[in-house]
């Protein structure tokens, strides 16, 4: 019996504890991460021999629970996490892009537009003008205000990236801490258990984890990662690596120099130009004359560009010009040495490799170059003065030298000496080359130094003279250097006195070496003061007294001719050697090669001059001291060779009886065949891309992210991470800022009224084209309205301009509107600059509502997989009265079987008194 009374107090424990644990359990029904109890009972051990049991034993109180489950719950929570981080993101980028019917970017883009249609219907409205300055200073503005908007949200995200490692940071530290103090208890806790399982699915949202929860062994991992082991943590960090954007210019092979082709020649007058941003640009020109360290020696030393050191000269030219702000320039790959330093092999020309001197995104750039084969080169400039008379002429031809060390004058005297000549000569130069030791051919003509007197010997019709410039007589490649650029002035004059008169005739010779080329200014004035001739062997012409001029005089004092730079025209200026009082008469002529070139009138400055085509005939009116007139060349003169073009202006104010002076100009322009200018642009799979990166680190190895908040914002923030939204927007309006500054650049009007568009595709036409540059650039931080601009343009600038709104086909690639680029000419997705901007607004809301989509599916998932571990773990209040009701019966029937006993106890104590 007093067994009974045990098994019935086993019973009546066992009933109060499940009592209790109901209890408990409806009490935490809202407690997060709590999960329901059940009390383990079993029936107690029987004692050897008997039959009957003992009772019941209480066990432990358990965890309602599936880690299969919650493992993957953690793992569609990651999921959902990531996309809900991402639709965050594109709904504020897609805010920043709003728009409304008066406010926004396309707004303000149609007003550009149209500020462009009114002023090309009045080009000289003020108003208009003022009104096109302010709209386009506006589309600068509004690209910015989006470029600013979509890095205003990366450095929301920055900030939210650094806060969530502090987040998981502090719950890895505070899983530590259960783990410590379950090592203390000596076993784990229902309530640390739970705390450690809602601690996991927290972190969960943030990366993706797994999670090992053996009784003795705890790991948590995120990514391949360790970053909890029992009691030990590795806290996350994060990182950033910034690289910088090296752009190479070199062939597929990445052996040699891409920047001129196989049937690329590299000859006279050929210009590289490397070109930076759109904005910035430096060139080199074949044949010119530079000083640098070639080889890397140490040493300057004067060096004259060719093919075999462009690259090396272009390279000198980039680093020390104000590009070297942004980028530096390397002759091929470099090597590091363990200071940092950086060195390449100069012995030869590598290839280009530019390199930009900020690390990251910050420091992108656009570069470009093109290869100027230029159609038009002037070889040779010459001015022959020729006071002719009796048919015979004194001339001198002065040419410098193709290399600007040495000029030559060549003496013509239009007849051959019977005897000994004796002139006096002055051979001074500005700078002066005092030290110059003149050589004549032929050699029998003798010059000295000290008397300044020249003799000619019989028998003799022309000589010539060379001597050294001031560039040929500079000491060292410094004083050389020192030239560059700096008006350079040669004289020959040759006086003859015959008793108390003179004739005198005189050469001046202006040159100017840019660095680039030699450029020939040839001026040759007369002055003669007697009747007779120069040379004495021409027969002497009786002496004019009076008002009239003598035969063998001119009004005319200089020529000056010289070349449009694309060789399309000359330009002659006429000097006078005094500025007319009356009306005055000359005749002009044209010729070259082939005969007349000259097919339309020459348009004089100042136009009060007149031309009569039928008499060649001028007419100068009075008040004019100097004149100029403009000649087209020959547009049909064959390529490849040399054309002469002359000039002769003859006076015709000569009195009866005499001869007319005439002065001749002489210019040979060689016509090249080929394209003016070809667009290199860099390898791009030899090319590293600037790149900003962000990663997590532990222990300073990379964590691998695959999912979560984290990685959400870790590859929106990661360059080249291949789904970066922010740098993907930006990118677009790079493109469309770049696009658009080449698009109003400059441009070429074709004969059916179409145009050529933007310097890229005018660049590779043989054509001249008009240049405009209303906007500079080639990137939005790098883009500006060049508002200086707008009082220049000239109404078929307008109507190029104007014509832009309407333009469909625009390639927004990067390469212009150059159809000989094969990825222009592929292009499929060309459109008008409206069309893109609506279309860069409906692919972002578009991925918005794509990225919302999926949201809604993995919550869908999410939400599934909760509610299917809710039934299983979640505490049911319905569930748990009926327990507490069924719990309450036991512990009233074990209470009623306690009385039971107790009262037959006291039966039998009663039987036995």
């Known amino acids: 019996m007093l067994g009974s009374l045990n098994i019935a107090q086993s019973g009546l424990k066992a009933a109060q504890t499940a009592v209790e644990n109901t209890m408990n359990n409806i009490a935490n029904v809202n407690t997060e991460g709590y999960k329901k109890r059940v009390v383990e009972t079993s029936e107690s051990d029987q004692l050897p021999g008997s039959k009957l049991g003992r009772g019941v034993t209480v066990g432990n109180t358990i965890r309602i629970t599936s880690e299969y489950l919650y493992d993957n719950i953690i793992k569609q929570n990651t999921k959902e996490s990531y996309q809900s981080e991402l639709s965050t993101m594109l709904g504020n980028i897609e805010d920043v892009f709003k728009e409304t019917d008066t406010a926004g970017f396309s707004t303000d883009l149609d007003k550009y537009f149209q500020t462009m249609e009114s002023i090309r219907a009045n080009p000289n409205n003020e108003v208009y003008k003022n009104q096109l300055k302010i709209t386009g200073q506006k589309v600068v503005d509004d690209l910015n205000s989006l470029y600013n908007g979509i890095e205003n949200q990366e450095a929301v995200f920055q900030q939210s990236l650094t806060e969530s490692v502090n987040q998981i940071n502090s719950k890895l530290e505070q899983i530590r801490n259960i783990n410590i103090e379950i090592k203390k208890q000596g076993h784990a806790s229902n309530e640390l258990l739970d705390k450690r399982d809602l601690l996991e699915k927290q972190i969960s949202t943030y990366a993706n984890i797994t999670v090992s929860r053996d009784p003795d062994f705890y790991e948590l991992k995120i990514g391949n990662t360790t970053v909890v082991s029992n009691t030990m943590i590795s806290k996350l960090e994060v990182g950033e690596d910034n690289k910088a954007q090296i752009d190479r210019y070199i062939t597929e092979e990445g052996s040699k120099s891409s920047i001129l082709g196989p049937n690329d020649t590299f000859d006279e007058e050929d210009v590289i130009t490397f070109e930076l941003d759109n904005k910035n640009s430096v060139s080199v020109e074949y044949g010119e004359t530079m000083v640098f360290d070639l080889n890397g020696d140490g040493q300057d030393q004067v060096v004259k560009v060719d093919e075999t050191n462009y690259v090396r000269a272009l390279i000198h030219k980039i680093n020390n010009s104000p590009l070297a702000e942004k980028v530096k320039a390397y002759n091929g790959t470099y090597d590091v040495d363990k200071y940092g330093n950086k060195s390449t092999i100069n012995s030869e020309d590598m290839f280009l490799l ?49 290399d600007g060390l040495s000029l030559t004058h060549t003496v013509n005297l239009g007849a051959t000496t019977t005897s000994s000549e004796v002139f006096d000569i002055d051979l001074s130069s500005n700078p002066s080359t005092s030290g110059a030791v003149p050589t004549f051919v032929p050699p029998s003509v003798t010059y000295n130094a000290s008397t300044k007197k020249l003799t000619v010997p019989a028998g003799i019709d022309s000589f010539s003279i060379t001597l050294n410039s001031a560039e040929g007589e500079a000491g060292s490649p410094e004083d050389a250097a020192a030239l560059f650029g700096v008006n350079q002035e040669y004289t020959l004059s040759l006086t003859e006195t015959s008793g108390s008169n003179t004739s005198n005739i005189t050469s001046v010779l202006n040159v100017i070496n840019d660095g680039k080329d030699i450029t020939q200014s040839f001026e040759v004035s007369t002055e003669n003061s007697n009747p007779n001739p120069l040379v004495s062997a021409i027969p002497t012409v009786n002496p004019v007294t009076g008002a009239t001029q003598a035969s063998g005089t001119t009004q005319v004092s200089s020529i000056k001719s010289l070349s449009a730079v694309d060789g399309s025209s000359i330009k002659h200026t006429v000097e006078l050697k005094n500025t007319t009082t009356t009306a005055q008469v000359m005749k002009v002529s044209f010729s070259d090669d082939t005969g007349s070139y000259f097919d339309l009138t020459p348009k004089f400055i100042p136009d009060s001059i007149t031309y009569d085509a039928q008499t060649g005939e001028i007419t100068i009116p009075p008040g004019i001291k100097s004149f100029s007139f403009t000649t087209d060349t020959n547009a049909l003169a064959p390529v490849n060779t040399n054309q002469t073009y002359n000039f002769s202006i003859t006076d015709n104010a000569a009195p009866s009886g005499s001869t007319p002076v005439t002065m001749t100009s002489s210019i040979v322009i060689n016509n090249k065949e080929g394209v003016v200018s070809n667009s290199i642009y860099k390898n791009d799979k030899r090319s590293d891309l600037a790149n900003s990166a962000v990663s997590i680190t532990s222990l300073d190895e990379p964590v691998t992210l695959t999912s979560g908040k984290l990685k959400a914002i870790v590859e929106n923030l990661t360059t080249d991470s291949g789904k970066n939204k922010f740098q993907e927007y930006k990118d677009a309006l790079d493109a469309f800022a770049k696009t658009f500054v080449d698009m109003t650049s400059s441009y070429i009007k074709n004969d059916d009224g179409t145009y050529v568009n933007g310097e890229i595709a005018t660049d590779s036409d043989i054509r001249v084209a008009d240049d405009i540059d209303l906007f500079s650039g080639s990137s939005v931080r790098t883009m500006k309205f060049n508002s200086d601009v707008v009082g220049s343009l000239k109404q078929k600038d307008y109507d190029y301009l104007a014509s832009n709104q309407w333009s469909e086909n625009i390639s927004f690639l990067g390469y212009g509107q150059d159809k000989s680029n094969n990825k222009v000419a592929s292009d499929t997705e060309t459109m008008s600059f409206s069309e893109y901007m609506q279309n860069l607004r409906t692919n972002i809301s578009r991925d918005k509502e794509s990225s919302d989509s999926t949201v809604e599916t993995q919550k869908a998932v999410s939400e599934s997989m909760n509610n299917s571990y809710d039934l299983i773990t979640k505490v049911d209040n319905d569930e748990e009265m009926i327990n507490l009701i069924k719990f309450q019966s036991a512990y009233s029937a074990n209470a009623k079987m306690i009385t039971t006993v107790d009262e037959m106890l006291k039966t039998l104590l009663g039987i036995k008194r």
């Open 354 to 402: 530019v390199e930009s001197k900020t690390p990251g995104i910050e420091g992108k750039f656009d570069s470009r170059i093109t290869f100027t084969e230029e159609p038009y080169s002037i070889n040779q400039g010459t001015v022959t003065v020729s006071p002719v008379i009796n048919n015979s002429s004194v001339s001198i031809e002065s040419k410098i030298a193709d």
